[in-house]
């Protein structure tokens, strides 16, 4: 069954401070992996994608990782700000002409002052 | 350009009643989705759209019904709510050509049945 597992399932740390997320997946045949942020009471919205030849890809202080080979995405977020509260959401496509995704549960990111 | 919009925000509904959800959007998407977000658990695909007249069950249909008769709108409608349909929707589009995962959401509805 394809999962997307990620963690921490929340994180508090101080404005100015970097953090990275993990997404670990089992989906298969792997396609792409795309970060979302969705803010409180909003839509995700995309951060960034990644496919199975890219291993780094930056948007701005964001920074996404991917290890296809061990099945693992991080995103680091540098110098984070009161903006960055969120909950970043892991999503995973497979290679099967299909319409589903596999969403990860979610990251919930708290910066305090 | 609103992008994609929902409509009600918000709706408190009672065992047995049924109510239509709107999403609409003006980007001459395609691809339309219905997703609902419970708390502890990933987005959960009800039904999608692939284009004007069509539709197709997702994850988790039982219970929903959606109809796609203009491009730019797609509905859900609950026949005979439960209390396990309390959650909130998000409605979603998509470009052809683009990838599964580059979808563009709306705000959300919540919806709470009691």
């Known amino acids: 069954k394809n999962q997307v597992e990620q963690s921490p399932q929340s994180l508090i740390i101080l404005e100015g401070k970097n953090c990275t997320l993990q997404c670990n997946y089992t989906v298969s045949p792997f396609s792409n992996l795309r970060w979302y942020k969705q803010d409180t009471g909003r839509g995700p919205v995309s951060l960034t994608i990644m496919t199975f030849s890219e291993n780094t890809k930056s948007n701005g202080r964001y920074t996404a990782t991917l290890d296809a080979d061990t099945k693992q995405s991080s995103l680091h977020i540098t110098a984070s700000q009161l903006s960055d509260s969120a909950s970043y959401i892991c999503v995973v496509s497979a290679m099967l002409g299909n319409e589903k995704l596999t969403f990860g549960t979610g990251t919930r990111l708290t910066i305090i002052p | 350009n609103a992008g994609v919009t929902q409509t009600p925000k918000f709706r408190v509904l009672k065992t047995g009643q049924s109510m239509t959800l709107l999403c609409a959007q003006d980007m001459n998407h395609e691809y339309m989705y219905w997703y609902r977000q419970d708390p502890g658990m990933g987005l959960r695909l009800i039904h999608y759209s692939v284009g004007e007249g069509t539709t197709a069950k997702g994850e988790v249909p039982d219970g929903y019904n959606v109809s796609r008769l203009k491009k730019q709108n797609f509905l859900l409608g609950l026949e005979s709510a439960a209390p396990s349909q309390t959650s909130v929707y998000f409605c979603?589009?998509?470009?052809?050509?683009?990838?599964?995962?580059?979808?563009?959401f709306g705000p959300g509805t919540r919806l709470l049945v009691l």
């Open positions: 979603a589009s998509r470009p052809p050509g683009r990838p599964v995962e580059t979808q563009y």
